[in-house]
């Protein structure tokens, strides 16, 4: 996906404050990470970084991790 594609998908998505995104990630702030990593990609359009936080959260809201929760030590 392109910037333009990634800013249009989150432009009115409703997004929570904490996102499962694996098995191993949680994605606190979620709304400011799209927003930071948006803002990246349009300062440099080859930040794949940013763009790959992008897709994983967008993965994460269109197919929820339903799997074990972390062990907490």
């Given at each position: 996906?392109?910037?333009h594609e990634l800013t249009a998908y989150f432009e009115n998505k409703e997004l929570p404050d904490r996102l499962?995104?694996?098995?191993?990630?949680?994605?606190?702030d979620v709304k400011e990470?799209?927003?930071r990593n948006?803002?990246?990609?349009?300062?440099n359009t080859d930040d794949w970084r940013a763009k790959h936080k992008l897709e994983q959260i967008m993965?994460?809201?269109e197919t929820p991790y339903d799997g074990p929760e972390i062990p907490k030590l």
């Open positions: 996906m392109n910037l499962r995104l694996d098995k191993a990630c949680t994605q606190h990470a799209v927003q948006i803002e990246r990609m349009k300062a993965n994460a809201l």
